[in-house]
């Protein structure tokens, strides 16, 4: 069972599974709905739809069956002639239309109980009433939970609301986001959740050791969250069963402290190369998913200025070298993506703060003690404002979503300034009217950081502007509006 409400008792046996001609048969009512479900004799759903139309008495009695609140497939009818069961039984699947939705925890534990061994105890819950009514429950079946499972709660909604000529467009936008609760994956979320009204989609994310805060899913009411590991890929089966095979895969997650990953190699291999992820990715038979791969300025030596795509990559470090690996693995495996190599991220903070100091709040900080302090000269780079990189990312979906034409796209993602570190300072002091007499420029060959670091991974950023219409703002605007963000939160 994994967490957030999301009960994957198992599976339905393969001859219960609908044909091709039920899933395309009108059903006009409620009633028609429930005995479409009443041919799946043995299944939960059709045993719970028998018990609450023809033994009321018999269940009425019972605290758990409060709990039920129905099946999938007759909590989103729609007021037309098709019914939910006949749409989305081919988006969702037939399964996950049959499942049993509960409100709460105590009542999908209600739903069937264990005895010592493990096994399942056929004379209580659901089982129990099964076989009281002769109707015994077969194979394995699913249930959520509505407690929790708070997107589920969000699926349902869009189900239920949806007329059938919007219909398509929604299922078509499954997006999972993963490293959700990152920096950027916060950002992100942030963005596809404030256009859920005008562009609705299924949107999901994964977390690994932190679970999402509360605030952060209060902003996000119907994003279903996740736990997986992309080391092992444990989680992404729970993934599959509850959103299938996603349209669009941003993968935010990464070991991204160069220095962290230069003291743990193995680790930063590990996550930073998206096998398991992209063995997923290929576990499903259509190849109708974009993966939008985040990758670093730091795959380029740092010898010259503004480098393009084409230009050799010679990372000097490991998190440098892991993202080469990582691109190559992406090329080499995925039919559709998108590797965005993205410069130094800065911009307003999370909905929940991310344990790491962010680039623009970190010198303010510094800067507000009004003591002397040192930066790099020697030490270019192309900041890019986050909310810029998240117009780029959800351009590169719309247009997937649109299109479907098959996508291979490597790019270079930085704002339009060639900045040195010192002159990042600089820009927050003007900002902020601090004395910029304080900030005292230094070469980075003076300091050891435990980390090689390249010194001009300058970009050139022409092909992202001429292939999507995009121009960074400046790092001075971006600055700004950073520090203005901060001011009012
Ligand atoms: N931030 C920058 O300035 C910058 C610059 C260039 C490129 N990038 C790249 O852009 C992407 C996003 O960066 P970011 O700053 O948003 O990253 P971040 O804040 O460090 O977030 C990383 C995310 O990865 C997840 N994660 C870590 N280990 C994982 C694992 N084993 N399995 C699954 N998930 C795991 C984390 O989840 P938990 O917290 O739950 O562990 C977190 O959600 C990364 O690929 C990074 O390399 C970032």
Redesign the pocket.
């Known amino acids: 069972m994994a967490e957030f409400g999301y009960f994957a008792l198992g599976k339905y046996h393969t001859e219960d599974r609908a044909t091709e001609n039920e899933n395309h048969v009108h059903v006009k009512s409620e009633e028609e709905t429930i005995e479409h479900i009443l041919k799946h004799e043995k299944s939960a759903a059709a045993i719970l739809c028998q018990l609450k139309t023809q033994h009321v008495d018999q269940v009425s009695n019972l605290q758990w069956t409060k709990d039920v609140v129905g099946i999938v497939a007759t909590l989103g009818k729609v007021d037309d002639d098709r019914s939910i069961l006949q749409l989305p039984s081919a988006y969702l699947g037939l399964e996950t239309m049959l499942a049993v939705v509960c409100k709460t925890h105590e009542g999908v534990k209600a739903l069937e109980a264990y005895d010592k061994h493990g096994s399942i105890n056929r004379s209580s819950g659901l089982h129990g009433l099964g076989y009281s009514i002769g109707r015994p429950v077969e194979g394995p079946f699913l249930v959520f939970c509505l407690q929790s499972l708070r997107s589920l709660t969000g699926l349902c909604s869009i189900l239920s609301s949806c007329g059938q000529g919007k219909y398509r467009e929604m299922c078509e936008k499954r997006v999972l986001i993963?490293?959700?609760?990152?920096?950027?994956?916060?950002?992100l979320l942030q963005s596809f959740a404030e256009i859920q009204q005008t562009s609705p989609c299924t949107l999901a994310f994964?977390?690994?050791?932190?679970?999402p805060p509360q605030p952060l899913l209060r902003a996000i009411p119907h994003a279903v969250p996740f736990q997986?590991?992309?080391?092992?890929g444990d989680g992404l089966h729970a993934v599959t069963q509850t959103l299938g095979q996603p349209d669009v895969v941003v993968?935010?997650?990464?070991?991204?402290?160069p220095r962290a990953c230069e003291m743990d190699p193995a680790?930063a291999m590990?996550?930073?190369i998206p096998t398991a992820l992209i063995k997923w990715l290929s576990s499903f038979s259509g190849k109708n998913t974009l993966l939008i791969?985040?990758?670093?300025?730091?795959v380029y030596e740092g010898i010259k200025s503004f480098y393009k795509e084409e230009d050799e990559t010679v990372p000097v470090n490991v998190?440098g070298k892991s993202?080469v690996t990582a691109e190559q693995f992406v090329c080499a495996n995925c039919s559709n993506f998108a590797i965005?190599?993205?410069?130094?991220?800065?911009g307003p903070q999370t909905i929940s703060p991310?344990?790491?100091s962010l680039?623009i709040q970190w010198m303010d900080s510094v800067l507000a003690k009004g003591e002397p302090l040192d930066f790099f000269h020697d030490e270019f780079r192309c900041?890019v404002y986050v909310k810029d990189l998240v117009t780029v990312i959800r351009t590169l979906t719309d247009r997937w979503i649109a299109e479907g034409n098959q996508m291979q796209l490597l790019l270079n993602v930085g704002g339009p300034d060639r900045v040195s570190r010192f002159q990042m300072a600089e820009a927050v002091a003007h900002a902020r009217n601090y004395n910029t007499s304080l900030i005292t420029p230094v070469s980075a060959s003076s300091v050891d950081r435990g980390v090689k670091s390249p010194a001009d991974i300058s970009m050139d950023i022409t092909k992202l502007i001429q292939m999507l219409h995009i121009s960074p703002i400046s790092y001075a605007k971006g600055v700004r509006l950073t520090l203005d963000a901060e001011a009012s939160s």
Request: charged share 10%; hydrophobic share 30%; aromatic share 8%.
């Open positions: 993963v490293g959700g609760t990152g920096y950027l994956g916060q950002h994964t977390y690994h050791t932190t679970p997986v590991d992309l080391c092992t993968n935010c997650a990464a070991l991204s402290v680790a590990s996550i930073n791969h985040l990758s670093t300025d730091q998190y993202k965005l190599r993205s410069s130094i991220i800065y991310v344990p790491k680039p900041p």
